[in-house]
């Protein structure tokens, strides 16, 4: 079974709206984060944001929200007022265990949902 | 933010040549290192994690012998593709761990490989 799931393989937003990218995760380990990470057509892998499964908000970063529903395993993306400069591939990941042990820090990644901003 | 090196950030090599990435932590010690591959328009893949002064675990389906990988010391770990094929060909990427931040992971800037 995937432990990441991104059903949308791409969306489209218009400039200064707001759009959702989903993101359903699988996992027994009550110990787990989830990162969400911006990939441009450089390739690089950009932070956006993270949130650990014992947080009781839901995290923000700027203009980045994550819509964390534990109980649905759902951990979507919010960006609100979005940018020309937003168009790339997002990718949803999940890293399982507490820190300390020999593998923490394996994330699984998503399939990846490609999102295009239009003026 | 933390900083991540790789080099080089893309190659072209002949087919049956090795080729070696470096990834450098250059302001944080990386007692684990994670080596990803992603092929065009898919997702990344963890091949291999490889703590500092011990053999790499390699994830199943990745070849050890045809990928090797060197963590010598905290701040940089290598990948030496030996014997590229064309199927070779794809991004790379490196991401050192460090144990005391829990709240972000990052990622070197990956070398795209492609093998003639």
């Known amino acids: 079974a995937q432990k990441i799931t991104q059903t949308q393989p791409g969306m489209f937003v218009q400039e200064k709206e707001a759009v959702t990218l989903d993101c359903t995760y699988d996992t027994s380990d009550p110990s787990y984060g989830l990162f969400w990470y911006k990939q441009p057509s450089s390739g690089e892998m950009i932070f956006l944001i993270y949130q650990g499964s014992y947080d009781q908000q839901n995290a923000t970063e700027g203009r980045y929200s994550l819509n964390f529903q534990k109980a649905r395993k759902s951990a979507n993306l919010v960006i609100s007022a979005s940018q020309l400069g937003d168009s790339a591939m997002y990718f949803c990941?999940?890293?399982?265990?507490?820190?300390?042990?020999?593998?923490?820090?394996?994330?699984?990644f998503g399939q990846g949902t490609i999102l295009t901003v239009h003026p | 933010g933390a900083v991540v090196s790789q080099h080089p950030s893309w190659v072209i090599c002949k087919s049956g040549t090795s080729v070696k990435i470096e990834c450098r932590s250059l302001d944080f010690q990386a007692t684990t290192m994670f080596w990803y591959r992603q092929f065009p328009k898919q997702s990344l893949m963890l091949m291999a994690t490889s703590n500092e002064g011990s053999k790499a675990t390699y994830e199943q389906g990745v070849e050890k012998d045809k990928f090797l990988i060197n963590h010598a010391s905290l701040t940089l770990s290598t990948l030496t593709v030996t014997s590229a094929h064309p199927e070779d060909s794809s991004f790379y990427i490196c991401?050192?761990?460090?144990?005391?931040?829990?709240?972000?992971?990052?990622f070197g800037p990956g070398t795209r490989l492609t093998v003639l």
């Open positions: 991401s050192p761990i460090a144990p005391e931040v829990t709240d972000t992971q990052y």
């Open positions: 990941a999940m890293r399982e265990g507490r820190a300390g042990g020999t593998s923490y820090g394996k994330l699984t």
